[in-house]
């Protein structure tokens, strides 16, 4: 059973930072695809950020967030992260983590197991 455990979502004024992470258990996060998506109140669910570590770490970007945030691995804790800064108030969404064994269905918004959403709120 597969579990993620989600911490880090808050209110913050834009500019400003947050680090979002993302705890699994049940499995390890160097087994899978893992990617952090978000829905905006009234808009499609839209991925954010995905990471893939086979050796060599791969990492994919959505435009909108491109040099603001950063998805990284704690393999030690067996944990994903986001670090968000410069944040800005199309920013305010719920955010998920997910992983799934395939980058390609994480693109499409499916997933093999989901985090709880953590709401991030930029004004």
């Known amino acids: 059973h597969v579990q993620l455990v989600k911490s880090g979502g808050d209110s913050v004024q834009a500019g400003g930072s947050l680090r979002l992470s993302c705890e699994v258990s049940g499995t390890t996060v160097r087994s899978h695809c893992m990617a952090w998506l978000r829905q905006a109140p009234g808009k499609e669910r839209e991925g954010v950020a995905r990471?893939?570590?086979?050796?060599?770490?791969?990492?994919y970007y959505d435009d909108s967030v491109k040099g603001r945030f950063a998805v990284s691995l704690d393999k030690a804790e067996n944990t994903l992260l986001l670090q968000m800064t410069g944040l800005e108030r199309d920013d305010t969404a719920t955010y998920y983590c997910?992983?799934?064994?395939?980058?390609?269905?994480?693109?499409?918004?499916?997933?093999?197991?989901w985090g709880q959403g953590t709401q991030v709120t930029v004004s």
């Open positions: 990471i893939w570590n086979r050796g060599s770490y791969w990492t």
């Open positions: 997910a992983l799934d064994p395939s980058c390609e269905r994480l693109a499409l918004g499916a997933a093999t197991s």
